[in-house]
């Protein structure tokens, strides 16, 4: 059983931190046979459906509290640090100055 390939859209977004997230678009996302037509929290346990929502939320009310200023300044830090863990999770040994160029 093959997975299925599914058009979206993103509406623009002047705040986002790459050029694609500003200009907005049609993309495409694939779906694999495993969880097609199963939503997400089919393939979770309630207790972390429930923390996940709870974290979700906390995410969007501090969001809301940050000023645009603010959110240009941390925009550098969190990207880091999301690029720090995926060579993490890849297992690539690599030094914050690599980081920093990739």
Same mark, same amino acid.
Do not use: C, K, N
């Given at each position: 059983?093959?997975?299925?390939?599914?058009?979206?859209h993103?509406a623009?977004?002047?705040?986002? &931190?790459?050029?694609?997230? @500003? !200009? =907005?678009g049609?993309?495409?996302?694939?779906?694999?046979?495993? #969880? $097609?037509?199963?939503?997400?929290?089919?393939?979770?346990?309630?207790?972390?459906?429930e923390?996940?929502?709870?974290?979700?939320?906390?995410?969007?009310?501090?969001?809301?509290? &940050?000023?645009?200023?603010? @959110? !240009? =300044?941390?925009?550098?830090?969190?990207?880091?640090?999301?690029? #720090? $863990?995926?060579?993490?999770?890849?297992?690539?040994?690599?030094?914050?100055?690599?980081?920093?160029?990739?």
């Amino acid at each position: 059983m093959h997975g299925t390939w599914v058009t979206g859209h993103q509406a623009p977004d002047l705040r986002g &931190v790459t050029a694609s997230a @500003r !200009r =907005g678009g049609t993309f495409s996302y694939y779906i694999p046979a495993r #969880i $097609a037509g199963r939503g997400v929290g089919a393939l979770l346990e309630r207790e972390f459906r429930e923390q996940a929502l709870e974290l979700s939320g906390s995410v969007a009310i501090t969001s809301a509290q &940050v000023d645009e200023a603010t @959110r !240009r =300044g941390i925009y550098p830090l969190l990207l880091s640090s999301e690029s #720090i $863990a995926s060579f993490r999770i890849e297992r690539v040994d690599a030094s914050g100055r690599d980081v920093s160029y990739a």
